[in-house]
């Protein structure tokens, strides 16, 4: 059985960082794009980084330069380490992994098999 457990959310002030975490458990870890996403209320789940299993990396726009994805194959885990936080980076964060599939971006979440409960991100301005 596969499991996404991200952890690292909270509350921050604006210019602040924080570090998600996601550990996986019961998947072939080297071998799957890892992504990150996030979502508020009333709005549609959005891209925000993705690490194939090769070390390919995209971020979104809105997060480029701020955010970096990581991951460590021997711990089974990805990290979102984010720094320079707005308030418009509050949302629920998911981690999302998929056996890697060369035709897929990986940007899109129809793209993911298994997802996280997410974590809650709330930047105070």
């Known amino acids: 059985q596969v499991q996404l457990v991200e952890s690292g959310g909270g509350l921050v002030q604006a210019g602040g960082s924080l570090r998600l975490s996601c550990a996986s458990s019961?998947?072939?870890?080297?071998?799957?794009?890892m992504g990150w996403f996030r979502q508020v209320p009333g709005k549609e789940r959005e891209f925000v980084a993705c690490?194939?299993?090769?070390?390919?990396?995209y971020y979104a726009d809105s997060v480029k330069g701020r955010f970096t994805i990581s991951r460590d194959n021997a711990k089974n885990t990805v990290y979102l380490q984010m720094n320079n936080l707005k308030p418009e980076d509050t949302a629920v964060y998911y981690c999302?992994?998929?056996?890697?599939?060369?035709?897929?971006?990986?940007?899109?979440?129809?793209?993911?098999?298994?997802w996280g409960q997410g974590t809650q991100v709330t930047v105070s301005s």
């Open positions: 999302a992994g998929d056996r890697d599939y060369a035709p897929f971006t990986y940007r899109r979440s129809d793209e993911y098999e298994y």
């Open positions: 019961g998947l072939t870890f080297s071998t799957y794009t």
């Open positions: 690490n194939w299993s090769g070390g390919r990396i």
